[in-house]
Structure formats: structure tokens, C-alpha cells
T-cell receptor, first 115, second 112 residues
Framework: DTGVSQNPRHKITKRGQNVTFRCDPI?????LYWYRQTLGQGPEFLTY????????KSRLLSDRFSAERPKGSFSTLEIQRTEQGDSAMYLC?????????????FGPGTRLTVL | DAKTTQPNSMESNEEEPVHLPCNHS???????IHWYRQLPSQGPEYVIH???SNVNNRMASLAIAEDRKSSTLILHRATLRDAAVYYC?????????????FGEGTQLTVNP
């Protein structure tokens, strides 16, 4: 399977705990994106990387959120001191930055539940 | 980002054509119209994009109004597998960065 993979698929945690999610993009894709999606809403952009450089961060990405893509391949998204409002689906996507269009390939997501 | 307006929900019957509308009256000349869909319990997937001319691919057709203030995604023969949320998204690229700005989309129900 050469699609985008995300782990874990589900995470249940208690408020105040830290969690980390992993995304493995399609191997030749140089851009990697993180989105968050709550029930009934479309995905909301959080941040994106071009290779290992984090080029854009949304205002939604509070200080408790940090993302890395250390070698320009996989990426991690960490949430510190989780709050109940962080409960959502976290989606990762990747694309090859080529052409005047924006075809992003999404993973299946990690569903976070904060108790 | 320019805003799009879509109906909250639509219904179709299997094997019939489906026309999903999108209004984008504030579209700029350099905005590309993208459509994504999200099947239940999956991440979104790209469907099609266009700038000015109508476009066809193996999944769907995109009809763009002459003034570009609206567009229609056409599924020629709906199947049960096409039941999903369909998002119409404008993307300019150079000034809007690389993000996709999703709205709430249209929930398409396909009846057998």
C-alpha cells in the first residue's frame, strides 16, 4: 500500500496527558499537511511542511501543539496537556508540489478522544 | 480565501446522474475550483479541478459557468459508493499558500 498512513488510528487519553501522532506520507511527496476535523465540519488546516521546513501554521495551532518532520519523510504531531476541546479527527495529507493545482492525498486519520 | 456556498444535503437514486452545485460569487481570476469528497470514516479524496473550461476525468465532470461565479460537479451515474460529503474549494496557490479551506460541503445520499 503506497498511500498515506497514520498511527494510531484511535487514541483515548485523559485530560492533561500528552499525545503524539505519526504520519507517513507517500514517499516522493515533498509537502505534508495536518488538518483537524470535528463532527459535522470540514477539515481545518493546522500546518504544513515542505520537506523538513514548517512553512505555515494556522492560528488554530496553539502553543500546546507542535509538529515536526525531522528528515523530510514522516511527521509527528504532539499535543501537550490535552483538553476536551482537542477531541477530533486529526488528518494528515501529502502532495508533490507540482502543477497549478492542489491534489492532496489524505490518510485515514487519527481519532482523538480526551476524557 | 474566497467563500463557496453549497447545499447541505442532496439525494439521488442509484444509476442516475447527480448535479452538485457550488456558488462562488467572489472568485478571483486566479482561483482554481477544486472538488474533494469524503467517504464515511475516511480522509477526503481529490475528485477534480478546473479554472475556466469544463473538465472531465474518470470520476466526474466539472461544469464551470462562463462568469465563473458558480460550478457544478456531475456524477454521470451515481453508485452507492458515491455516498459522501462533497466539498467545493477555491485555491489560488501563490497568495493563499498551500492550505485547502474546506467548508461544510454537501452530504450526498444515494438511494438503491
Amino acid at each position: 500500500d503506497t498511500g498515506v498512513s497514520q498511527n494510531p488510528r484511535h487514541k483515548i487519553t485523559k485530560r492533561g496527558q500528552n499525545v503524539t501522532f505519526r504520519c507517513d506520507p507517500i514517499s516522493e511527496h515533498n509537502r505534508l499537511y495536518w488538518y483537524r476535523q470535528t463532527l459535522g465540519q470540514g477539515p481545518e488546516f493546522l500546518t504544513y511542511f515542505q520537506n523538513e521546513a514548517q512553512l505555515e501554521k494556522s492560528r488554530l495551532l496553539s502553543d500546546r501543539f507542535s509538529a515536526e518532520r525531522p528528515k523530510g519523510s514522516f511527521s509527528t504531531l504532539e499535543i501537550q496537556r490535552t483538553e476536551q476541546g482537542d477531541s477530533a479527527m486529526y488528518l494528515c495529507a501529502s502532495r508533490l508540489n507540482r502543477g497549478p493545482y492542489n491534489e492532496q492525498f489524505f490518510g485515514p486519520g487519527t481519532r482523538l478522544t480526551v476524557l | 480565501d474566497a467563500k463557496t456556498t453549497q447545499p447541505n444535503s442532496m439525494e439521488s437514486n442509484e444509476e442516475e446522474p447527480v448535479h452538485l452545485p457550488c456558488n462562488h460569487s467572489t472568485i478571483s481570476g486566479t482561483d482554481y475550483i477544486h472538488w474533494y469528497r469524503q467517504l464515511p470514516s475516511q480522509g477526503p479524496e481529490y475528485v477534480i479541478h478546473g479554472l475556466t473550461s469544463n473538465v472531465n476525468n474518470r470520476m466526474a465532470s466539472l461544469a464551470i459557468a462562463e462568469d465563473r461565479k458558480s460550478s457544478t460537479l456531475i456524477l454521470h451515474r451515481a453508485t452507492l459508493r458515491d455516498a459522501a460529503v462533497y466539498y467545493c474549494i477555491l485555491w489560488e496557490g501563490k497568495t493563499s499558500g498551500s492550505r485547502l479551506t474546506f467548508g461544510e460541503g454537501t452530504q450526498l445520499t444515494v438511494n438503491p
